[in-house]
């Protein structure tokens, strides 16, 4: 059996809402780092 696979990552919040992929290079790793934040800190509904 083949796997594909990517080598993006997923940023998903706490209710599985898909908040976006980032590249696996620096410029997205920063990127992920910063939008993980913002994730972490939000209310949860």
């Given at each position: 059996m083949?796997?594909?696979h990517t080598?993006?990552?997923a940023l998903v919040d706490a209710d599985g809402g898909l908040r976006g992929y980032?590249?696996?290079d620096?410029?997205?790793l920063d990127e992920l780092l910063?939008?993980?934040v913002h994730v972490l800190r939000a209310p949860s509904p």
């Open positions: 083949e796997i594909s080598l993006k990552f980032y590249d696996h620096e410029a997205g910063h939008r993980s």
